[in-house]
């Protein structure tokens, strides 16, 4: 099973990026799947979740601003962002629980980092 997350690069103040997060290989099922973001230097912060059903949750400091969506017939999760701000830059990770049709056991995998930058 891997995560493997795309969709960052750079922006200006004000824009707005996708990211987007896939599951690939022997899945039975996901559970909720989660960005988080680092910036160099600080601690990896939450970002937004989506659970199995739908439901989400977001950060303050992203609230209003990003949504966060799942397509559970593609394994796939988006992370749109709008209103882009300089102190979102970081790189973005996400995180999900997954069933793996192999171990049949849920186990936590995360992708790898897609870098998104905000910069006039």
């Known amino acids: 099973v891997q995560l493997q997350a795309s969709g960052g690069g750079l922006v200006q103040p004000g824009g707005s990026l996708r990211l987007s997060c896939a599951a690939s290989?022997?899945?039975?099922?996901?559970?909720?799947t989660a960005w988080y973001r680092q910036a160099p230097g600080k601690q990896r912060d939450f970002v937004a979740r989506?659970?199995?059903?739908?439901?989400?949750v977001f950060a303050d400091s992203v609230k209003d601003r990003f949504t966060i969506s799942r397509d559970n017939a593609r394994n796939t999760v988006s992370l749109q962002m709008n209103s882009l701000k300089p102190e979102d830059t970081a790189a973005y990770f996400c995180?999900?629980?997954?069933?793996?049709?192999?171990?049949?056991?849920?186990?936590?995998?995360w992708g790898q980092g897609t870098q998104v930058t905000v910069s006039s």
């Open positions: 995180n999900a629980g997954i069933l793996d049709d192999i171990s049949r056991r849920w186990g936590d995998y």
């Open positions: 290989g022997s899945i039975i099922s996901i559970n909720d």
């Open positions: 989506i659970t199995a059903g739908g439901r989400t």
